[in-house]
């Protein structure tokens, strides 16, 4: 069975258990793992690491391509293995660790995580873990359901430890395009032209003496949650609709659009969904994620072609996909994310950006990753890989939340990832504010009228008309332009006055 | 005399005064001019227009590559004519009127200026004045000493009036290269392979039925501010380029570094003229600006090859380099701004970036603009273009300012431009902080111990271990955060106790 997916024949004596693998790995060394947004993970050797820790502590750098699934994050946390984590992740337990200051945490942008191998800033990566569709003759890894950061961690390590993932079906075999730019001062062009340029090879070349084990495993990836549309989400996602079919109007866009990328959760797939109805067609993906919404807009002959990293969907949607998978296939291709996310393709492509965000602040500051300006939740992700190059770069977010206890339009975003500069658009239940062109205080008045719940719209004019007597391009009072957040904390809730 | 500069010899007819030329402008009109950090910019229309202005008022919007030199902006906002400016400015008098709320200011990218206007979200431009070496026998435009954005204003204009300035020598035909990437969806790669690679024409091609005037001048370019080299300054430098030597010895390097950007200024000068002396050779520089220090470098023979937008220098350089062109000529080029600050280039190039901070936080943040959070210094400039996309991202300012009232080290920046994500290594008098690879509590050790001043540093140390008792990845006691700034607002100084 095996032997089909291990086809250069002297590899097939390298086959161990993941026991075996997890033996390998020394205290403080760098250890980099497949996995983009809990697809293509390492399903065995980082939690056999972790059994083994128990008896036999050690700690670990830990670089990934983004998110893990099977809550191995938390699993590593627990038995003390992780001492650093680079450069995202969602899991509860490991986000507490890093919110305590126990796990070093590295936020990265997703399309550079791959550069400081390259450039020798954190030590060499001593062992790779990749999981794998199969090896070739010549013992190239082809990945599963994401490509993440494998081909630079493959290139980086001393040894790789390949997990074949016997679950993932053959078919896949084809949709992965590897290309690597090369190092500076060598680094190439990235000749992708349009979302579905093909521009490498179907697998990730490496010198097959590097394989210091092989593990099988028949673990599917973690589905992705299943988030029912609610009113907030079809309202976000209608406004959004109805300035796209503004910009048509103006002749700005076509129904064709321009390629899109969305964030993962609920509003993004909303959004994505929402192109079913209405008169779009021929739409290109040049995203991070293909979710649920992406294999419904094949199905629904909306979407020509997909590009990614990974492919992250619900039990229901691999399924339908995994055993049709020869219908899906020319449709869809999965790149590295130094790829994915490169800065230069997604200019050159003028991608239509869509991402969450925590809050914003009445100028378009926008905060991506801190509860509190304090507290990590996930990661920037690749919000700002797409935000700072996009054509046009969209924020969505619920205007208010925890019954109406925080706004998530604020005087001054606590933390900022994705600044002023950055952001075209921001959209709440409420409404859309279209940022381009405008100065700050023009920008205040909109996205307070169009974005804010009403319950936070009188104190944010307040704030703003109180600020602009201090003057200033930006108005600002200093000394209360963090107070909704202060507030918060003592009272649990930003409003002024509590309701009786 | 004029003759040799107008070789379309049917466009010698359309010679006209400055006074004549600023009648040709209405009100609400949209404005593009060219001029980039001072150099090329309108030295008589915009002027004459705010003659004008005083008997017949009249408002416009008014784009440029970046600032105008000869105080044309002061001289525009005093005669109330603008209404709406960007992307960038330095004019005391602008400024003022920016942060009074009376003109408004769009601080933007200067490599993403140009695309307002192709994507129409601005109303399309009604006149563009373009400053030129001469026209050709096909009446496109050469420029003088910067490119900037005048390929993309002369594309989109109605109208263009010519400034021809006859005190540029003709011996600049050559050094320009006009490539423009097109518009979405049909954007080209920008083959740009090494800082001196040439991809495009010397002039900017044009309809020239669009040239309505033509407008003789003879003023040269205001000359570049001369900063002496202090203590500070060669401190800064002298920090840099021993960090420069470490990461040659540590194999990241090698003496020919990778293409340098830097920043106006007399650190980046200083640290620029630091490469003159040490095993430094083979250097170039892909960057927005050509300073002082750019010619000192061919002079010594240690730059190659300098790539810009435009050529900004003192007087004595000036008369240095274009009495002596044929010397300098092989060694530069001149780019329009979405070219010389043009993502994809920065990347695949690995550009060494060196900018000014206003001021940086304890985690990494940068303030590029903001004066105390609110008011308008000059803009984000290409900062962000060259710092989100550089191999290497650097940002210097001084620890301490007004004899040690103001802390350029401060808890939380009042404003970010440049996020943690984007900032690689800031450097004060004091020290540098290489932050690559640190996580924030990391990082804030860091940039507290070798970069705050000294009669700063137990309060930050306070801070931040105040802070992280409180938690988070970032840890930070919002209700204290921005208090520096307050105070300074207050009591005119940063300091807690003001010494005796």
Request: proline share 4%; glycine share 8%.
């Amino acid at each position: 069975m095996y032997n089909e997916r291990i086809k250069r024949a002297e590899l097939q004596s390298r086959i161990i258990t993941a026991t075996q693998a997890a033996a390998l790995f020394r205290d403080q060394m760098v250890v980099a793992s497949s996995g983009f947004t809990k697809a293509g993970d390492s399903k065995a050797v980082l939690k056999a690491l972790a059994a083994r820790a128990q008896e036999d502590p050690l700690q670990i750098t830990l670089l990934t391509g983004a998110s893990l699934g099977h809550g191995t994050d938390g699993i590593l946390t627990t038995a003390h293995v992780l001492k650093k984590r680079m450069p995202f992740q969602v899991d509860p337990i490991l986000r507490q660790s890093i919110n305590d200051g126990e796990v070093l945490f590295i936020d990265q942008h997703l399309g550079e995580s791959a550069e400081l191998i390259h450039e020798k800033v954190i030590p060499k990566v001593d062992i790779a873990v990749i999981e794998a569709l199969m090896l070739e003759e010549d013992g190239s890894i082809v990945p599963t359901t994401s490509v993440g950061n494998s081909p630079a961690f493959a290139a980086a390590a001393d040894k790789i430890i390949v997990e074949i993932n016997m679950s993932v079906p053959v078919s896949l075999h084809g949709i992965h395009d590897i290309f690597m730019a090369g190092n500076w001062p060598n680094r190439q062009i990235i000749p992708v032209t349009d979302a579905g340029t093909r521009i490498g090879s179907h697998a990730i070349k490496i010198d097959p003496e590097k394989i210091a084990g092989i593990v099988l495993t028949e673990t599917t990836d973690s589905p992705a949650q299943i988030n029912e549309r609610d009113d907030k989400t079809r309202a976000i996602a209608g406004h959004l609709l109805t300035f796209f079919e503004r910009e048509i109007r103006l002749g700005r866009l076509t129904h064709r659009l321009r390629p899109l990328q969305s964030g993962i959760g609920k509003v993004a797939n909303a959004v994505m969904e929402g192109f079913i109805d209405g008169n779009f067609h021929d739409l290109t993906m040049y995203s991070e994620v293909m979710q649920d919404s992406t294999f419904s807009l094949i199905d629904a002959g909306k979407l020509l072609l997909g590009s990614a990293s990974s492919i992250t969907v619900s039990e229901a949607c691999y399924h339908r996909v995994f055993n049709n998978f020869e219908k899906y296939k020319p449709h869809i291709v999965l790149r590295p994310q130094d790829i994915s996310n490169a800065a230069e393709v997604i200019r050159r492509l003028g991608v239509i950006s869509i991402n969450t965000a925590i809050e914003c602040d009445i100028y378009g500051n926008v905060n991506s990753t801190h509860i509190g300006g304090t507290h990590m939740m996930n990661g920037i992700g690749g919000s700002n890989d797409f935000a700072r190059n996009a054509y046009l770069s969209i924020f969505v977010t619920q205007s208010s939340s925890k019954a109406g206890a925080i706004s998530h339009i604020v005087p001054m975003a606590s933390h900022i990832d994705n600044t002023e500069h950055d952001v075209d658009i921001i959209v709440t239940e409420n409404g859309l504010a279209d940022l381009r062109g405008l100065a700050p205080r023009e920008r205040a008045k909109l996205i307070i009228a169009n974005c804010a719940h009403a319950s936070y719209r009188d104190e944010l004019n307040d704030y703003f008309s109180n600020a602009c007597k201090t003057g200033g391009h930006t108005p600002h009072r200093l000394q209360e332009a963090l107070s909704w957040h202060t507030r918060f904390k003592d009272n649990g809730t930003m409003l002024r006055t509590v309701p009786l």
